[in-house]
């Protein structure tokens, strides 16, 4: 399979590797970017009533991994 990219994305992946990331490779910047996405996309997939089933550890954690993710 043959992916195309922009001349522009590998260098703006560099900037996150290099600057977000504390030097990290493309490879290892590209797994956590997916996984960050996964992860949104995961909780916003869940219902009211999962959210509110949540413990407070669970939400301590959720709360910790979003300010990561959102740079908050």
């Known amino acids: 399979m043959m992916i195309e990219v922009s001349t522009r994305n590998p260098d703006r992946l560099a900037a996150i ?3 977000e990331l504390g ?3 493309l490879d290892s910047a590209l797994e ?3 996984f960050e996405h996964e992860s949104l996309v995961a ?3 869940l219902s009211p009533r999962q959210l509110g089933a949540l413990t407070e550890s669970e939400i301590d954690r959720l709360e910790f991994v979003l300010r990561r993710l959102l740079d908050v």
């Open 17 to 19: 590797a290099t600057w």
């Open 23 to 25: 030097g990290a490779s």
């Open 32 to 34: 956590i970017l997916l």
């Open 43 to 45: 909780l916003g997939r």
